[in-house]
Protein backbone atom coordinates (compact mmCIF):
# COMPACT_ATOMS: atom_id res chain seq x y z
CA UNK A 1 0.00 0.00 0.00
CA UNK A 2 1.42 3.17 -0.91
CA UNK A 3 0.08 4.90 2.08
CA UNK A 4 0.76 4.40 5.63
CA UNK A 5 3.31 5.57 8.18
CA UNK A 6 3.73 8.64 5.97
CA UNK A 7 0.31 9.68 6.10
CA UNK A 8 -0.42 9.45 9.70
CA UNK A 9 -2.07 11.90 11.09
CA UNK A 10 -0.15 15.34 11.81
CA UNK A 11 -0.68 16.62 15.33
CA UNK A 12 -0.31 19.84 14.14
CA UNK A 13 -2.09 20.75 11.17
CA UNK A 14 -4.94 22.97 10.61
CA UNK A 15 -7.78 20.59 11.33
CA UNK A 16 -7.23 19.59 14.34
CA UNK A 17 -9.96 19.32 17.06
CA UNK A 18 -8.72 20.29 20.80
CA UNK A 19 -8.62 17.80 23.18
CA UNK A 20 -8.11 15.37 19.88
CA UNK A 21 -4.95 13.11 19.77
CA UNK A 22 -5.63 10.96 16.89
CA UNK A 23 -2.72 8.05 17.39
CA UNK A 24 -3.54 5.63 14.75
CA UNK A 25 -5.61 5.94 12.29
CA UNK A 26 -4.15 7.15 8.79
CA UNK A 27 -6.37 9.97 7.86
CA UNK A 28 -6.63 10.87 3.65
CA UNK A 29 -9.43 13.26 4.38
CA UNK A 30 -12.39 14.58 6.43
CA UNK A 31 -15.42 15.78 5.50
CA UNK A 32 -18.20 17.35 7.54
CA UNK A 33 -21.26 18.54 6.36
CA UNK A 34 -24.56 20.58 8.36
CA UNK A 35 -27.85 20.25 6.96
CA UNK A 36 -30.20 23.23 7.63
CA UNK A 37 -33.58 22.26 7.40
CA UNK A 38 -35.80 25.74 7.03
CA UNK A 39 -39.02 24.54 5.22
CA UNK A 40 -40.97 21.45 4.79
CA UNK A 41 -44.59 21.76 2.33
CA UNK A 42 -44.21 25.18 2.31
CA UNK A 43 -44.49 25.06 6.34
CA UNK A 44 -41.97 27.11 8.04
CA UNK A 45 -39.10 24.77 10.47
CA UNK A 46 -38.72 26.89 13.45
CA UNK A 47 -36.38 26.57 15.01
CA UNK A 48 -34.78 25.16 12.06
CA UNK A 49 -33.46 21.11 12.21
CA UNK A 50 -29.63 20.89 11.75
CA UNK A 51 -27.98 18.00 11.39
CA UNK A 52 -24.04 17.49 11.32
CA UNK A 53 -22.30 14.57 9.71
CA UNK A 54 -18.03 13.96 9.77
CA UNK A 55 -16.78 11.64 7.87
CA UNK A 56 -12.63 10.39 7.96
CA UNK A 57 -11.54 8.45 5.24
CA UNK A 58 -8.73 5.80 6.43
CA UNK A 59 -6.22 3.36 5.43
CA UNK A 60 -7.50 0.38 6.66
CA UNK A 61 -4.73 -1.77 8.02
CA UNK A 62 -6.08 -4.94 6.83
CA UNK A 63 -7.11 -4.69 3.84
CA UNK A 64 -6.26 -7.68 1.74
CA UNK A 65 -5.63 -10.44 4.39
CA UNK A 66 -7.48 -11.99 7.09
CA UNK A 67 -6.64 -11.24 10.87
CA UNK A 68 -8.20 -12.54 13.97
CA UNK A 69 -7.21 -10.09 16.09
CA UNK A 70 -8.22 -6.52 14.85
CA UNK A 71 -7.71 -4.29 18.26
CA UNK A 72 -5.87 -2.01 16.11
CA UNK A 73 -9.34 -1.26 13.80
CA UNK A 74 -11.16 -0.83 17.82
CA UNK A 75 -8.72 1.88 18.83
CA UNK A 76 -9.29 3.38 15.55
CA UNK A 77 -13.27 3.75 16.29
CA UNK A 78 -11.82 4.67 19.64
CA UNK A 79 -10.58 7.98 18.51
CA UNK A 80 -12.78 8.26 15.52
CA UNK A 81 -15.56 8.44 18.20
CA UNK A 82 -13.61 11.02 19.54
CA UNK A 83 -12.57 13.12 16.58
CA UNK A 84 -15.97 12.92 14.32
CA UNK A 85 -18.37 13.74 17.18
CA UNK A 86 -16.43 16.76 18.57
CA UNK A 87 -16.21 17.63 14.17
CA UNK A 88 -20.28 17.25 14.49
CA UNK A 89 -20.67 19.80 17.74
CA UNK A 90 -18.25 22.05 16.21
CA UNK A 91 -20.02 22.40 13.33
CA UNK A 92 -23.48 22.64 14.91
CA UNK A 93 -21.86 25.33 16.83
CA UNK A 94 -23.51 24.24 20.16
CA UNK A 95 -22.49 22.96 23.59
CA UNK A 96 -22.38 19.13 23.89
CA UNK A 97 -24.96 18.78 26.11
CA UNK A 98 -27.37 20.57 23.21
CA UNK A 99 -26.59 17.55 20.82
CA UNK A 100 -29.90 15.66 20.73
CA UNK A 101 -29.53 12.08 18.35
CA UNK A 102 -26.91 10.99 17.13
CA UNK A 103 -25.58 7.45 14.65
CA UNK A 104 -22.43 6.19 13.12
CA UNK A 105 -21.81 3.90 10.13
CA UNK A 106 -18.80 2.72 8.04
CA UNK A 107 -18.45 2.14 4.30
CA UNK A 108 -15.37 -0.84 3.58
CA UNK A 109 -13.13 -0.43 0.70
CA UNK A 110 -13.70 -4.08 -1.53
CA UNK A 111 -10.23 -5.34 0.29
CA UNK A 112 -11.89 -5.26 3.83
CA UNK A 113 -14.50 -7.48 4.87
CA UNK A 114 -17.72 -6.15 6.91
CA UNK A 115 -16.18 -7.39 10.03
CA UNK A 116 -13.27 -4.71 9.53
CA UNK A 117 -16.62 -1.82 10.65
CA UNK A 118 -17.46 -3.92 12.80
CA UNK A 119 -14.38 -3.21 14.74
CA UNK A 120 -14.61 0.34 13.86
CA UNK A 121 -18.08 1.16 15.43
CA UNK A 122 -19.07 -1.07 17.95
CA UNK A 123 -16.19 -2.24 20.72
CA UNK A 124 -15.06 1.04 21.60
CA UNK A 125 -16.50 4.34 19.40
CA UNK A 126 -19.35 4.82 21.49
CA UNK A 127 -17.79 5.63 24.77
CA UNK A 128 -15.80 8.46 22.94
CA UNK A 129 -18.76 10.14 20.80
CA UNK A 130 -20.86 10.07 24.27
CA UNK A 131 -17.88 12.12 26.10
CA UNK A 132 -18.58 14.31 23.14
CA UNK A 133 -22.39 14.56 23.05
CA UNK A 134 -22.29 15.17 27.37
CA UNK A 135 -24.23 11.86 27.81
CA UNK A 136 -25.45 9.55 25.91
CA UNK A 137 -27.36 6.40 27.44
CA UNK A 138 -29.32 4.99 24.64
CA UNK A 139 -27.71 2.58 21.92
CA UNK A 140 -26.02 4.50 19.20
CA UNK A 141 -27.54 3.12 15.97
CA UNK A 142 -25.48 2.15 13.08
CA UNK A 143 -25.09 0.72 9.35
CA UNK A 144 -22.24 -0.58 7.61
CA UNK A 145 -21.63 -1.77 4.18
CA UNK A 146 -19.02 -2.77 1.66
CA UNK A 147 -18.78 -0.01 -0.79
CA UNK A 148 -16.75 1.76 -3.31
CA UNK A 149 -15.94 5.25 -4.53
CA UNK A 150 -19.13 7.76 -4.20
CA UNK A 151 -20.79 4.57 -2.59
CA UNK A 152 -23.49 6.29 -0.08
CA UNK A 153 -24.67 4.58 3.42
CA UNK A 154 -27.71 6.51 5.17
CA UNK A 155 -26.59 7.21 9.16
CA UNK A 156 -29.34 6.00 10.96
CA UNK A 157 -30.43 8.49 13.77
CA UNK A 158 -31.85 8.20 17.35
CA UNK A 159 -32.37 10.14 20.38
CA UNK A 160 -28.99 10.28 22.12
CA UNK A 161 -30.88 9.11 26.28
CA UNK A 162 -33.81 7.43 24.94
CA UNK A 163 -33.70 5.23 22.08
CA UNK A 164 -37.81 5.22 21.90
CA UNK A 165 -38.25 9.09 21.05
CA UNK A 166 -40.16 8.49 18.04
CA UNK A 167 -39.59 12.10 16.78
CA UNK A 168 -35.91 11.79 16.37
CA UNK A 169 -36.12 8.74 14.59
CA UNK A 170 -34.48 9.93 11.45
CA UNK A 171 -31.13 8.94 8.78
CA UNK A 172 -28.98 11.81 7.09
CA UNK A 173 -27.01 10.16 4.18
CA UNK A 174 -22.79 10.13 4.35
CA UNK A 175 -20.72 9.82 1.02
CA UNK A 176 -17.24 10.95 -0.18
CA UNK A 177 -17.02 10.88 -4.04
CA UNK A 178 -13.36 9.59 -4.10
CA UNK A 179 -13.61 7.13 -1.37
CA UNK A 180 -13.72 4.23 -0.13
CA UNK A 181 -10.90 3.19 -2.27
CA UNK A 182 -9.93 -0.18 -1.93
CA UNK A 183 -7.68 -0.57 0.86
CA UNK A 184 -10.05 2.14 2.47
CA UNK A 185 -12.48 2.84 5.37
CA UNK A 186 -15.30 5.98 5.29
CA UNK A 187 -16.36 6.21 9.04
CA UNK A 188 -19.27 8.58 9.29
CA UNK A 189 -20.99 9.97 12.46
CA UNK A 190 -24.10 12.42 12.85
CA UNK A 191 -24.88 14.35 15.44
CA UNK A 192 -28.24 16.50 15.30
CA UNK A 193 -29.68 19.53 17.66
CA UNK A 194 -33.19 18.55 16.41
CA UNK A 195 -35.29 15.55 15.53
CA UNK A 196 -37.52 15.26 12.48
CA UNK A 197 -38.76 18.98 10.29
CA UNK A 198 -42.30 18.59 11.39
CA UNK A 199 -43.16 14.99 13.76
CA UNK A 200 -46.29 14.17 14.07
CA UNK A 201 -46.38 10.75 14.55
CA UNK A 202 -46.85 10.28 18.62
CA UNK A 203 -44.46 8.03 20.30
CA UNK A 204 -42.42 8.80 23.08
CA UNK A 205 -41.87 12.30 23.16
CA UNK A 206 -38.33 14.42 24.44
CA UNK A 207 -40.42 15.86 27.74
CA UNK A 208 -41.07 12.52 29.07
CA UNK A 209 -37.49 11.07 29.04
CA UNK A 210 -36.92 9.19 32.18
CA UNK A 211 -33.11 9.02 30.98
CA UNK A 212 -31.77 5.95 32.97
CA UNK A 213 -31.93 2.52 30.85
CA UNK A 214 -31.62 4.07 27.62
CA UNK A 215 -34.49 3.30 25.97
CA UNK A 216 -37.27 5.45 27.47
CA UNK B 1 -43.01 38.49 -13.87
CA UNK B 2 -45.49 41.06 -12.78
CA UNK B 3 -43.55 41.93 -8.99
CA UNK B 4 -40.83 40.28 -7.35
CA UNK B 5 -40.98 36.68 -6.11
CA UNK B 6 -39.44 36.02 -2.51
CA UNK B 7 -36.74 34.04 -2.56
CA UNK B 8 -37.86 30.76 -0.14
CA UNK B 9 -35.27 29.32 1.55
CA UNK B 10 -35.86 25.34 2.39
CA UNK B 11 -32.52 24.34 3.34
CA UNK B 12 -28.97 25.24 3.79
CA UNK B 13 -25.89 22.38 3.66
CA UNK B 14 -22.58 23.22 4.07
CA UNK B 15 -19.85 20.50 3.69
CA UNK B 16 -16.01 21.31 4.73
CA UNK B 17 -13.22 19.22 3.82
CA UNK B 18 -9.44 18.32 4.74
CA UNK B 19 -7.63 16.05 2.42
CA UNK B 20 -4.51 15.57 4.06
CA UNK B 21 -3.28 13.41 0.83
CA UNK B 22 -3.73 11.75 -1.35
CA UNK B 23 -1.39 8.73 -1.84
CA UNK B 24 1.67 11.01 -2.44
CA UNK B 25 3.49 13.11 0.56
CA UNK B 26 1.66 14.85 2.65
CA UNK B 27 1.97 19.01 2.87
CA UNK B 28 2.27 20.39 6.73
CA UNK B 29 -1.06 21.97 5.88
CA UNK B 30 -4.28 19.82 4.76
CA UNK B 31 -5.87 21.80 1.90
CA UNK B 32 -9.12 22.96 3.28
CA UNK B 33 -12.29 23.37 0.69
CA UNK B 34 -15.62 24.10 1.14
CA UNK B 35 -19.20 24.02 -0.43
CA UNK B 36 -22.53 25.90 0.70
CA UNK B 37 -25.76 25.02 -0.81
CA UNK B 38 -29.55 26.71 -0.58
CA UNK B 39 -32.46 24.62 -1.67
CA UNK B 40 -34.87 26.94 -3.00
CA UNK B 41 -38.23 26.70 -3.92
CA UNK B 42 -38.10 27.62 -7.83
CA UNK B 43 -40.99 30.70 -8.25
CA UNK B 44 -40.77 29.62 -12.28
CA UNK B 45 -41.39 25.78 -12.11
CA UNK B 46 -43.89 24.55 -14.17
CA UNK B 47 -44.11 27.25 -17.06
CA UNK B 48 -41.86 29.58 -19.61
CA UNK B 49 -41.46 32.79 -17.77
CA UNK B 50 -40.61 35.19 -19.96
CA UNK B 51 -39.25 37.54 -17.45
CA UNK B 52 -36.95 35.85 -14.70
CA UNK B 53 -34.15 38.46 -14.77
CA UNK B 54 -35.55 40.31 -11.72
CA UNK B 55 -35.18 37.84 -9.47
CA UNK B 56 -31.44 37.88 -9.86
CA UNK B 57 -31.78 41.01 -7.90
CA UNK B 58 -33.69 38.75 -5.06
CA UNK B 59 -31.08 36.13 -5.17
CA UNK B 60 -28.17 38.73 -4.08
CA UNK B 61 -28.89 38.38 -0.21
CA UNK B 62 -28.35 34.54 -0.74
CA UNK B 63 -24.98 35.04 -2.40
CA UNK B 64 -23.89 37.02 0.50
CA UNK B 65 -25.15 34.83 2.95
CA UNK B 66 -23.62 31.80 1.43
CA UNK B 67 -20.39 33.32 1.30
CA UNK B 68 -20.41 34.44 4.60
CA UNK B 69 -21.57 30.93 5.60
CA UNK B 70 -18.64 29.81 3.46
CA UNK B 71 -16.08 31.86 5.38
CA UNK B 72 -17.08 30.11 8.67
CA UNK B 73 -17.15 26.79 7.70
CA UNK B 74 -13.64 27.59 6.64
CA UNK B 75 -12.89 28.71 9.60
CA UNK B 76 -10.96 31.60 7.27
CA UNK B 77 -10.33 35.09 6.63
CA UNK B 78 -11.46 36.70 3.30
CA UNK B 79 -7.73 37.04 2.70
CA UNK B 80 -7.22 32.99 2.82
CA UNK B 81 -9.35 32.36 0.24
CA UNK B 82 -7.46 30.92 -2.75
CA UNK B 83 -10.04 29.42 -5.34
CA UNK B 84 -13.59 29.44 -5.99
CA UNK B 85 -16.57 28.41 -7.93
CA UNK B 86 -20.50 27.99 -8.31
CA UNK B 87 -22.93 26.14 -9.49
CA UNK B 88 -26.72 25.33 -9.91
CA UNK B 89 -28.69 22.20 -9.98
CA UNK B 90 -32.27 22.88 -10.85
CA UNK B 91 -35.43 20.73 -10.60
CA UNK B 92 -37.43 18.63 -13.28
CA UNK B 93 -39.76 21.38 -13.34
CA UNK B 94 -37.87 23.80 -14.37
CA UNK B 95 -35.53 24.93 -17.01
CA UNK B 96 -31.84 25.36 -17.34
CA UNK B 97 -31.87 29.13 -17.45
CA UNK B 98 -33.21 29.29 -13.78
CA UNK B 99 -29.67 28.13 -12.79
CA UNK B 100 -28.37 30.84 -14.83
CA UNK B 101 -29.62 33.32 -12.39
CA UNK B 102 -26.94 32.46 -10.44
CA UNK B 103 -24.14 34.13 -12.05
CA UNK B 104 -24.74 37.32 -10.49
CA UNK B 105 -25.89 37.39 -7.24
CA UNK B 106 -23.89 34.39 -6.73
CA UNK B 107 -20.39 35.80 -8.49
CA UNK B 108 -20.66 38.92 -7.73
CA UNK B 109 -22.11 38.37 -4.30
CA UNK B 110 -18.94 36.23 -3.31
CA UNK B 111 -16.48 37.89 -4.56
CA UNK B 112 -17.85 41.20 -2.93
CA UNK B 113 -17.69 39.14 0.26
CA UNK B 114 -13.49 38.85 -0.75
CA UNK B 115 -12.99 41.92 -1.90
CA UNK B 116 -13.44 42.78 -5.13
CA UNK B 117 -14.95 46.24 -5.81
CA UNK B 118 -16.81 47.93 -9.16
CA UNK B 119 -15.02 49.43 -11.19
CA UNK B 120 -11.73 48.05 -10.65
CA UNK B 121 -11.36 44.74 -12.87
CA UNK B 122 -8.02 44.89 -14.71
CA UNK B 123 -4.36 46.15 -13.41
CA UNK B 124 -3.45 49.66 -12.91
CA UNK B 125 -5.53 51.54 -10.64
CA UNK B 126 -5.12 50.53 -6.99
CA UNK B 127 -8.21 49.97 -4.97
CA UNK B 128 -9.07 49.96 -0.65
CA UNK B 129 -9.02 46.53 -0.17
CA UNK B 130 -9.81 47.16 2.94
CA UNK B 131 -11.01 44.56 5.63
CA UNK B 132 -9.24 41.81 3.59
CA UNK B 133 -5.80 40.85 5.00
CA UNK B 134 -3.58 39.01 3.11
CA UNK B 135 -4.88 39.30 -0.14
CA UNK B 136 -4.97 35.73 -1.89
CA UNK B 137 -2.56 36.75 -4.66
CA UNK B 138 1.09 36.88 -4.97
CA UNK B 139 2.57 38.85 -2.14
CA UNK B 140 1.64 41.93 -3.90
CA UNK B 141 4.03 44.05 -5.78
CA UNK B 142 4.35 47.46 -5.38
CA UNK B 143 4.27 50.78 -8.89
CA UNK B 144 2.67 49.63 -11.57
CA UNK B 145 1.81 46.54 -11.39
CA UNK B 146 0.33 46.55 -7.86
CA UNK B 147 -2.82 44.32 -6.97
CA UNK B 148 -5.92 46.80 -7.45
CA UNK B 149 -7.71 44.31 -5.65
CA UNK B 150 -8.80 41.21 -4.80
CA UNK B 151 -11.28 38.32 -6.42
CA UNK B 152 -10.62 39.25 -9.90
CA UNK B 153 -10.92 36.50 -11.50
CA UNK B 154 -14.61 35.42 -13.13
CA UNK B 155 -15.77 32.57 -10.86
CA UNK B 156 -16.00 29.37 -13.23
CA UNK B 157 -19.41 27.54 -12.74
CA UNK B 158 -21.42 24.28 -13.98
CA UNK B 159 -25.16 23.85 -14.28
CA UNK B 160 -27.69 20.99 -14.64
CA UNK B 161 -31.56 19.76 -14.50
CA UNK B 162 -31.44 17.37 -12.24
CA UNK B 163 -33.16 14.95 -10.14
CA UNK B 164 -33.15 14.90 -6.24
CA UNK B 165 -29.67 13.49 -4.52
CA UNK B 166 -27.76 14.79 -8.19
CA UNK B 167 -24.25 15.30 -7.98
CA UNK B 168 -22.71 18.65 -9.79
CA UNK B 169 -18.72 18.87 -9.83
CA UNK B 170 -17.97 22.72 -9.33
CA UNK B 171 -15.02 23.59 -11.29
CA UNK B 172 -12.60 25.90 -9.24
CA UNK B 173 -9.84 28.62 -10.20
CA UNK B 174 -8.10 31.01 -8.63
CA UNK B 175 -9.30 34.35 -7.33
CA UNK B 176 -7.03 36.28 -9.14
CA UNK B 177 -5.87 34.81 -11.80
CA UNK B 178 -7.86 32.31 -13.92
CA UNK B 179 -4.70 30.75 -15.06
CA UNK B 180 -2.85 29.76 -12.25
CA UNK B 181 -2.38 26.18 -12.52
CA UNK B 182 -2.12 25.09 -9.29
CA UNK B 183 -5.39 26.00 -8.24
CA UNK B 184 -7.75 24.65 -11.43
CA UNK B 185 -9.59 21.88 -9.63
CA UNK B 186 -13.05 20.84 -8.78
CA UNK B 187 -14.96 19.36 -6.21
CA UNK B 188 -18.15 17.33 -6.47
CA UNK B 189 -21.35 18.14 -3.78
CA UNK B 190 -24.55 16.98 -3.78
CA UNK B 191 -27.77 17.78 -1.25
CA UNK B 192 -29.30 14.46 -0.59
CA UNK B 193 -33.17 14.73 -1.30
CA UNK B 194 -32.94 18.11 -3.34
CA UNK B 195 -33.87 19.48 -5.93
CA UNK B 196 -37.08 18.38 -5.85
CA UNK B 197 -38.90 19.07 -9.18
CA UNK B 198 -39.74 22.62 -8.12
CA UNK B 199 -36.53 23.24 -6.38
CA UNK B 200 -33.13 24.81 -7.38
CA UNK B 201 -29.86 24.26 -5.26
CA UNK B 202 -27.76 27.27 -5.91
CA UNK B 203 -24.21 26.75 -4.70
CA UNK B 204 -21.02 28.50 -3.96
CA UNK B 205 -17.39 26.91 -3.32
CA UNK B 206 -14.41 28.22 -2.18
CA UNK B 207 -11.17 26.68 -1.48
CA UNK B 208 -8.13 27.68 0.71
CA UNK B 209 -5.29 26.17 -1.69
CA UNK B 210 -3.88 24.35 -4.57
CA UNK B 211 -4.59 20.78 -5.37
CA UNK B 212 -2.90 19.24 -2.90
CA UNK B 213 0.03 17.08 -5.14
CA UNK B 214 -0.19 20.21 -7.65
CA UNK B 215 3.16 19.53 -9.81
CA UNK B 216 2.07 20.13 -13.25
CA UNK B 217 3.94 23.70 -13.62
CA UNK B 218 2.28 26.76 -15.50
CA UNK B 219 1.30 30.55 -13.99
CA UNK B 220 2.31 30.15 -10.41
CA UNK B 221 0.24 32.18 -7.98
CA UNK B 222 4.31 34.20 -7.21
CA UNK B 223 3.60 34.82 -11.31
CA UNK B 224 0.93 36.90 -10.83
CA UNK B 225 1.24 40.44 -12.69
CA UNK B 226 -1.17 41.75 -14.89
CA UNK B 227 -3.89 41.53 -12.14
CA UNK B 228 -6.58 41.30 -15.00
CA UNK B 229 -8.61 38.38 -13.40
CA UNK B 230 -6.82 35.82 -15.20
CA UNK B 231 -2.88 36.21 -15.43
Known sequence: MPDSADCAWSRSNDGMVKGEVPVIAAIRKLVVQVDEIRMEMDRAVEPPTRRAVAMAVIHNPFAGRYAEDLAELMTIGEELGALLGAKCVTALGIRPDQAQSYGKAAIVGESGELEHAAAILHPKMGATLRREVGSGAALVPSAKKMGGLGTAIDVPLGHKNAAFVRSHFDAIEARIGDAPRAHEIVVAIAVTDSGRPLPRVGGLKVGEIVGQDGLR | MTEPQRVAVRRVMTHVEDVFHEFGPAPAAPLRRAAAMAVIANPFAGR????????????KPLGLDLA?????????????????????????????????????????GMREVLGWQEGVASGGATADVTGVTGPAGATGGVGAN????????????????????????????????????????????????????????????????????????????????????QR
Open chain 2, 48 to 59: YEPDIAPFMDEL
Open chain 2, 68 to 108: QRLLVALDASPGRVMGYGKAAIVGAAGELEHGALWHVPGGY
Open chain 2, 146 to 229: AQPGNALAIVPSTKKVGAPGATIDVPITHVNASYVRSHLDAIEVRVPGAPAADEVVYILVMSLGPRIHARLGGLRVEQIERWDG
